[in-house]
């Protein structure tokens, strides 16, 4: 079989299934379950250093960004002011340049506020930013963020953490069609199913944080999503016998007593 | 304390008194920083890393100092 592999500015991954680091019991906990889940991307926030007590554990202690790769994120900004300006300090923390961008609009549900991460999609490509955008699942809107040079569209299944899967799947199916660069379901993954659903869609990765770090076991929960990319990926690439109303019986007919 | 050789700067939002001619390399090792893991602002611009002996700090300079934590 020819190798399958997930290639995103011209970074070549094995795994398919990307981890976010927050929301995590501990960081013991994250570093635990990234290793489980097989994931070799995971996202990481920048926040400010706390100078009055050094003594809380650093990601970086955790999780070696010489084996996993960072995806530094704008988690938190409202305004691509503000999320240009973390990517900046991001990419100055250690040379990053992969980055995921994401500019939210709205406070409650945290859907993007699309007018603005097309313009910090602009800004960031011309600053020689390798871009994956977490976006809404608007094909127009996709495709205007991939002729900016995103290099990978990482359109919502549900509200960040709400678990509640692929809402729209003709939008994801449409976008699938569309998409030339990765495509990346970011955000609503709920349990193994959605990942395996992202995947047979066609889908070049899923990113997952809330569904593993929340779950009541997250470790065990990272393994089955890790499966659930890797059955879902095989299943897509097998190519789906046609969907029939009318049986088919498995067994011939020859030889009947 | 003489006052006239200090100067204030606010770090991460947080007020701090220091000496006249400290530097930003002088502020990273007072503050215990690991430098390769941090990235540094100051008055909103992006500071070189390589640069911070050069930089004199002046009175209400404003400092931001990042790193990465969890995140989704």
Known sequence: ?257 | MNKKNKIKIVVNGKRLTVNLKFSLENLIEKLKTPINKVAVELNEEIVDKKKLKKIILKNKDKIEIVHFIGGG
């Open chain 1, 1 to 257: 079989m020819k190798l399958d592999y997930l290639k995103i500015a011209n970074k070549k991954f094995n795994s398919r299934l990307i981890v976010g680091t927050g929301k995590y019991k501990n960081m013991s906990e994250c570093s635990k379950a990234i290793k489980i889940s097989g994931a070799e991307i995971v996202t990481v926030a920048v926040r400010r250093v706390n100078i009055s007590d050094r003594s809380k554990p650093l990601l970086m202690d955790y999780i070696d960004p010489k084996k996993i790769m960072y995806l530094p994120n704008t988690a938190g900004c409202f305004t691509s002011t503000d999320a240009l300006r973390t990517l900046r300090l991001a990419r100055e923390i250690g040379d990053w340049k992969i980055v995921k961008l994401e500019v939210l609009g709205d406070k409650k549900n945290l859907f993007p506020d699309m007018i603005e991460t097309l313009k910090s999609t602009e800004v960031l490509t011309k600053e020689g930013f390798k871009v994956m955008v977490y976006c809404n699942d608007d094909p127009l809107m996709c495709k205007r963020l991939e002729n900016a040079g995103a290099s990978a569209i990482m359109p919502l299944a549900a509200p960040i953490g709400s678990g509640l899967g692929i809402q729209n799947k003709t939008n994801i199916k449409i976008l699938r069609h569309q998409t030339k660069v990765p495509l990346i379901i970011d955000a609503g993954i709920g349990q193994a199913s959605d990942a395996v659903q992202a995947m047979e869609m066609g889908c070049d990765a899923v990113l997952i944080n809330t569904a593993i770090a929340k779950a009541k076991n997250p470790l065990q929960m990272a393994e089955s999503m890790k499966y659930a990319v890797i059955s879902g990926r095989k299943s897509f690439l097998s190519g789906r016998i046609e969907p029939n109303l009318q049986g088919s019986p498995s067994t011939t007919k020859k030889g009947l007593i």
